[in-house]
């Protein structure tokens, strides 16, 4: 039954709902969540002081749209194929992908990317998803478990006598602010696409 505190994600509105199809559908869906995070990472949109990457857009709306569950296992399948060498994350060729480019400088915001996406799921599941403010409320939370373990790791790998704020933060603010408002007008846009169709 669904309740206050318990919703229904984008990504269970349609389709099959139980037995071999919903398994088929959450198979595909997997496969089309990890294909949006590969894509979503080579986009580099012009921006000041940085190029905006859509890496955090994807992971955060992935994690509303799909719940904790289904998300957790999409990010992970994305985060195993980047361990196995395949080029799914930012930047190209060999040196973007592979165990010692995730245990590299990037590897605090990619553990943070699992946890996020957990985050927006259950955020999703209580209805964060539906109105523009909670969006923007959940965003930002996510952005805040990204960034702290990403942090927390240049930190340990470069020594916290290193401006890791300047490496791994201030920079990327005004892109994330822009994905956030993004994010907090796209996913209840959505919800209420959705209520047309239903109506």
């Given at each position: 039954?669904?309740?206050?505190?318990?919703?229904?994600?984008?990504?269970?509105?349609?389709?099959?709902?139980?037995?071999?199809?919903?398994?088929?559908?959450?198979?595909?869906?997997?496969?089309?969540?990890?294909?949006?995070?590969?894509?979503?990472?080579?986009?580099?949109?012009?921006?000041?002081?940085?190029?905006?990457?859509?890496?955090?857009?994807?992971?955060?709306?992935l994690g509303a749209?799909?719940?904790?569950?289904?998300?957790?296992?999409?990010?992970?399948?994305?985060?195993?194929?980047?361990?196995?060498?395949?080029?799914?994350?930012?930047?190209?060729?060999?040196?973007?992908?592979?165990?010692?480019?995730?245990?590299?400088?990037?590897?605090?915001?990619?553990?943070?990317?699992?946890?996020?996406?957990?985050?927006?799921?259950?955020?999703?599941?209580?209805?964060?998803?539906?109105?523009?403010?909670?969006?923007?409320?959940?965003?930002?939370?996510?952005?805040?478990?990204?960034?702290?373990?990403?942090?927390?790791?240049?930190?340990?790998?470069?020594?916290?006598?290193?401006?890791?704020?300047?490496?791994?933060?201030?920079?990327?603010?005004?892109?994330?602010?822009?994905?956030?408002?993004?994010?907090?007008?796209?996913?209840?846009?959505?919800?209420?696409l959705v209520g047309?169709?239903?109506?």
């Open positions: 039954m669904t309740t206050a505190t318990h919703r229904n994600v984008l990504a269970e509105t349609f389709g099959a709902t139980e037995g071999a199809g919903l398994r088929l559908k959450q198979a595909a869906l997997v496969v089309l969540g990890i294909a949006f995070l590969a894509a979503a990472a080579k986009i580099r949109v012009p921006m000041w002081p940085v190029p905006i990457t859509m890496g955090t857009f994807a992971v955060l709306t749209a799909y719940g904790a569950r289904l998300g957790l296992v999409t990010i992970l399948g994305y985060m195993a194929l980047g361990a196995l060498g395949l080029n799914v994350f930012a930047g190209s060729g060999a040196e973007s992908s592979g165990i010692a480019y995730m245990m590299g400088g990037t590897g605090g915001y990619l553990a943070g990317y699992v946890a996020a996406t957990v985050l927006l799921g259950a955020l999703a599941r209580r209805g964060w998803d539906r109105s523009a403010p909670k969006m923007a409320g959940a965003m930002l939370l996510g952005n805040v478990l990204i960034y702290v373990p990403g942090l927390i790791w240049l930190g340990m790998l470069y020594g916290w006598d290193q401006p890791i704020l300047q490496w791994g933060l201030t920079p990327f603010l005004v892109g994330d602010a822009l994905k956030l408002a993004l994010a907090a007008v796209l996913l209840p846009a959505a919800w209420k047309r169709a239903r109506g």
